[in-house]
């Protein structure tokens, strides 16, 4: 009975230990798990970012008009890889009579081939920026571009000149939009461009 008595009186002693020490043992799982999560979601995010399987960055809802363009413009074509200014907008003028705006830019067409030619880059350019522009609904009405490269002039020296003179208007790109941006590419898209001049050393090449 003695024994019996020692025991049971060791009992409530130990519980709360036992329970403290569970509750820690608990503690420290929840946070390690935690870490896993958060770091695995970390991953994720940029890693799908640097592979271009990310979301895009928000349109700022804020700021002028030309704000905004440039941050779809840069999201869209990237960086230069001839280490000049990869684009700029060169004018936002109002249309009289109405509250949309009517655009100019240049940019400079990067020296990737993997389109197949230089023009065939530009092309994707020109489809990017459209797509860029006119899906995200901003109140503009024609969008004007001209894209440089580095081309031979009278006396054969090549400089940065404008190779080719572009232009879309909304009519157009909406009715692109009405049967999806995804479901045409840049060479299905190219033919609706109203092309003003293209230099023939940045004529696209078709696909056959």
Do not use: C
Request: aromatic letters at 6%; zero cysteines; hydrophobic letters at 40%.
């Amino acid at each position: 009975m003695g024994y019996e008595e020692l025991e049971e009186g060791r009992d409530p002693a130990r519980s709360p230990l036992r329970r403290l020490g569970i509750g820690l043992a608990v503690l420290v799982v929840g946070v390690v798990l935690t870490g896993q999560v958060m770091f695995v979601v970390g991953a994720f995010q940029s890693g799908g970012m640097a592979n271009g399987g990310g979301a895009s960055p928000p349109l700022p809802t804020s700021g002028t008009l030309t704000h905004r363009l440039n941050v779809i413009l840069a999201e869209v074509l990237g960086s230069s890889d001839r280490g000049v200014a990869r684009f700029r907008i060169l004018h936002v003028q109002s249309v009289p009579g109405s509250n949309v705006k009517s655009i100019s830019l240049t940019w400079a067409i990067n020296n990737d081939l993997s389109g197949g030619t230089i023009g065939n880059g530009a092309q994707m350019d020109v489809y990017a920026i459209l797509r860029g522009i006119y899906s995200t609904y901003l109140p503009i009405t024609q969008v004007h571009m001209d894209g440089t490269y580095p081309l031979p002039g009278s006396d054969g020296r090549a400089r940065e000149r404008v190779g080719m003179r572009l232009s879309m208007d909304r009519r157009v790109a909406t009715m692109i939009g009405k049967v999806g941006w995804d479901s045409l590419d840049a060479q299905s898209v190219w033919p609706l461009v109203h092309r003003e001049f293209v230099d023939p050393n940045l004529q696209p090449q078709t696909s056959e």
